[in-house]
């Protein structure tokens, strides 16, 4: 599949064009405005966030509010508002840069991005002149905190089959029913609800705090987040006026779906700044603690997890930051000036609806088997709530349920990236399975296209034999989904370790370390579920043969990870973090 200068990158297509030739944004080519920005973020949360970690945590509501103030007088909460509202109308990828900062408290990086994107963005995209003019400005100064209010007790992964109700009665809509779960409901001014009009039509509406017959429940007791506000909010013959829907009846749909696309983006990125901030804290006490008369550093099995951290952060941002660099491109053929601009701005992040679901399965996977790891290196002293690692072990949990369950996201990948490869403007499956197979020369991008041609072999299979019925069969859907996440994050960290080497960056030698223990356990597991995704679709007679075919395609030798690892946490332990910075 060739691209010329014009195109935008499709959604779903990386796995169609040969290894490494696709164009791919890195963190590393980010602009002075964005650095400055997150250079901006990262003194807040270090000089007002970390600070106050235990007062947040003991869910100091008023706390967390005065920041989110602080955080909108530096221009963090404006950062995606157009400036006819109050905002810095500023690109993705700065979001993401500031939000990797955010990251490194849980809990208010969870109120920060409730209020940022799922709270704010449905006024942004779906707002009409009237409603943006006055709600925008006061989100973007933090005058105002939002919350985004769609899931119910009876419906979470089936968050459209909702039964709050809206009627239009002389002029104002009446609401009835309780949502559940709600992040900010503790001490926000405006909700972005979800109600049925006349039972059928999924709509949004703007409700504010003061409006009659809304309220919230207690503070549900959380596992982890413990400072971030989670209430049940209860409509009871909420009166608001008519000009409150948002976006237009029946839009409630496109309107939950398309924000929680944004969500995940953000999800797989927080996710990356978290892991940053782990990883520092256990080098710390790696380095501290002695045992057998060396530190925990000097042994094998803890630089396995130390490297095993860094190549999650690198790995993760590099797809966070690929993904974000073809929807920027996306964004910016779009207008605000035009009628439609807020929904022509939605169209171009729903491209992305695959990688949005990658980014986040792979980050919130990824950022519990660091949290894992961490408590594992600090021992008895991890299970211990005096030392942070139980914290973010506890914390880092709810990544993998909210903004959409990584099973709900791992049928979402498969189902979407098989719809696109149906029609005549179709992704090109079978095309792609057909034609020869041609090796670059570096060893690991030869790798990543060794890796999708089995892929592709497998999901062509599925496609041909079982067509959309292959959804059916959850256990393989998820096998398909696994295999792309796999080949998107083997191919984003290989192609950005590359463009270091290239760009002469001074931790290339890292990247490439990084990039290589990644791809060569991806590719393990990218052979596993190959063939258990054979298994689930051949016929008795035609397993056989297509193990076999998928076991004759040249395979690459193993190379020797201890050594690459070693090198790997020595770097971190000189260091005494994660290096590779864009600020
Ligand atoms: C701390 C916290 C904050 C939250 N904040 C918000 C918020 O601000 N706004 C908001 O609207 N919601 C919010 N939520 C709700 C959250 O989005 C839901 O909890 C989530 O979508 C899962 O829904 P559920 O809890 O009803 O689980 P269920 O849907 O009951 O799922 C239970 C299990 O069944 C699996 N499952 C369900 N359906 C299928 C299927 N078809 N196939 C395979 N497996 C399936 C799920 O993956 C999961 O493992 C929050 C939740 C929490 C815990």
């Given at each position: 599949m060739a691209l010329d200068e014009t195109q935008l990158v499709r959604g779903g297509s990386f796995m169609f064009?040969?290894?490494?030739t696709l164009p791919q944004f890195t963190p590393e080519e980010s602009g002075e405005e964005a650095l400055a920005i997150a250079e901006a973020a990262r003194d807040f949360v270090n000089g007002e966030i970390l600070p106050r970690d235990e007062a947040i945590d003991h869910l100091d509501l008023e706390l967390t509010r005065d920041l989110l103030a602080k955080a909108g007088e530096l221009g963090i909460l404006g950062i995606e508002i157009p400036e006819a509202y109050g905002g810095l109308d500023l690109d993705k990828k700065t979001a993401l840069l500031v939000l990797e900062e955010m990251a490194k408290q849980a809990s208010f990086s969870t109120s920060y991005t409730a209020h940022t994107s799922i709270g704010t963005l449905p006024i942004v995209y779906f707002g009409n002149h009237e409603q943006k003019t006055k709600y925008l400005p006061k989100l973007a100064s933090g005058e105002w905190c939002a919350a985004y209010a769609l899931t119910e007790a009876g419906s979470?992964?089936?968050?459209?089959?909702?039964?709050a109700s809206a009627v239009l009665e002389d002029g104002h809509w009446v609401l009835n029913g309780t949502k559940a779960w709600i992040t900010n409901a503790g001490f926000a001014d405006v909700f972005v609800i979800f109600a049925k009009i006349n039972g059928s039509h999924l709509s949004a509406f703007i409700v504010e705090k003061t409006d009659p017959g809304i309220s919230t429940g207690s503070e549900e007791k959380k596992m982890g987040i413990k400072g971030s506000s989670t209430r049940a909010v209860i409509l009871e013959n909420c009166r608001i006026p008519e000009n409150r829907l948002l976006g237009g009846k029946g839009k409630g749909a496109r309107i939950a779906l398309g924000i929680l696309n944004v969500g995940r983006f953000k999800l797989g990125a927080s996710s990356v700044g978290a892991g940053k901030r782990v990883l520092e804290y256990t080098l710390k006490y790696a380095g501290e603690r002695t045992q057998f008369g060396k530190p925990l550093t000097a042994f094998g099995l803890v630089q396995q997890k130390l490297a095993n951290m860094a190549v999650r952060i690198f790995v993760g941002e590099s797809m966070s930051f690929r993904t974000i660099g073809y929807l920027d491109e996306a964004l910016a053929r779009t207008s605000w000036d035009s009628d439609t601009g807020g929904a022509d701005k939605m169209k171009a992040i729903d491209e992305y609806a695959v990688e949005a679901s990658m980014s986040k399965v792979w980050g919130s996977e990824a950022l519990f088997a660091t949290a894992d790891d961490a408590v594992q290196t600090f021992g008895g002293a991890g299970f211990s709530a005096e030392y942070p690692a139980e914290k973010i072990y506890r914390d880092c949990r709810i990544n993998r349920i909210f903004e959409g369950t990584n099973e709900i996201n791992r049928l979402l990948i498969a189902g979407t990236f098989l719809k696109r490869c149906?029609?005549?403007?179709?992704?090109p499956l079978a095309a792609a399975v057909a034609a020869p197979l041609n090796l670059p020369e570096d060893d690991l991008l030869r790798l990543v296209a060794l890796a999708k041609a089995r892929a592709l072999r497998v999901i062509a299979l599925a496609q041909s034999d079982?067509?959309?019925?292959?959804?059916?069969?959850q256990e393989a859907a998820a096998r398909i989904s696994n295999l792309l996440i796999e080949l998107y994050a083997m191919e984003s960290a290989v192609v950005r370790a590359r463009k270091m080497t290239a760009a002469g960056h001074r931790w290339a030698g890292l990247a490439r370390d990084l990039a290589e223990v990644h791809a060569q356990e991806a590719w393990n597991r990218v052979q596993a579920d190959a063939r258990m995704l054979a298994a689930e679709l051949a016929s008795d007679g035609v397993l056989d043969t297509l193990v076999a075919e998928l076991l004759a395609m040249h395979a690459p030798a193993p190379a020797a990870l201890s050594t690459l690892r070693q090198r790997i946490a020595q770097t971190l332990v000189d260091q005494g973090r994660y290096p590779i910075s864009a600020l």
């Open positions: 064009h040969p290894a490494g979470g992964s089936d968050a459209l089959g909702a039964k149906g029609g005549t403007d179709g992704l079982r067509g959309p019925r292959i959804l059916d069969n």
